[in-house]
């Protein structure tokens, strides 16, 4: 079921025609909120995202005047990936990609963010979500935050 957010918004599942917007919004955003990361990591997950992410998830994404402006990735009731193109930061994107997952599901939602994502963080907060717990990531030595929306439905 599609939903639209405005009248030059739709909220819609994946398709893999999207991967090139996708991949673009991705590592805009990604790029701005994790300035911490190595290139090396950044090149990793972005090969990452097709050959892993993608088909272990359900994505929705966000579509104005037929791009992608952004998409969350579902794993259960985990945000695997929430990522607005920044060109549209502060416009309810990123909210409404929230929305729909909590529509999909009941239940507690979770994700993950790194400590040092001060835009994911405060984000994540604005809507709600709540520390529980925090871990290392090996991979890069920063710390992620994990984070829990309380019952949804």
């Known amino acids: 079921m599609d939903q639209s957010i405005s009248s030059n918004h739709l909220i819609r599942k994946y398709k893999n025609t999207d991967l090139d917007d996708v991949l673009c919004c991705w590592e805009s955003a ?4 994790h ?9 990793k997950v ?3 995202i097709p ?3 993608l088909p272990n998830t359900e994505t929705w994404v966000c579509e104005q005047e037929g791009s992608v402006i952004g998409f969350i990735s579902m794993m259960g ?5 929430l990522f607005v193109d920044p ?3 502060g416009c309810g994107i990123g909210r409404a990609l929230v ?3 909590c529509i999909m599901r009941e239940g507690k ?29 090996e991979d890069v030595n920063e710390t992620v935050l994990k984070l829990t929306l309380k019952e949804t439905k």
Do not use: C
């Open 30 to 33: 990604f790029r701005l909120a």
């Open 35 to 43: 300035t911490f990361m190595e290139e090396t990591f950044i090149a």
């Open 46 to 48: 972005r090969a990452d």
């Open 51 to 53: 050959a892993i992410y």
């Open 77 to 81: 009731n985990e945000i695997a990936a």
């Open 87 to 89: 060109k549209t930061h």
């Open 99 to 101: 929305d729909k997952a």
């Open 109 to 137: 939602i979770t994700v993950e963010v790194f400590e040092l994502n001060t835009i994911g963080r405060r984000f994540y907060t604005a809507y709600g979500f709540e520390y529980t717990d925090q871990y290392v990531f």
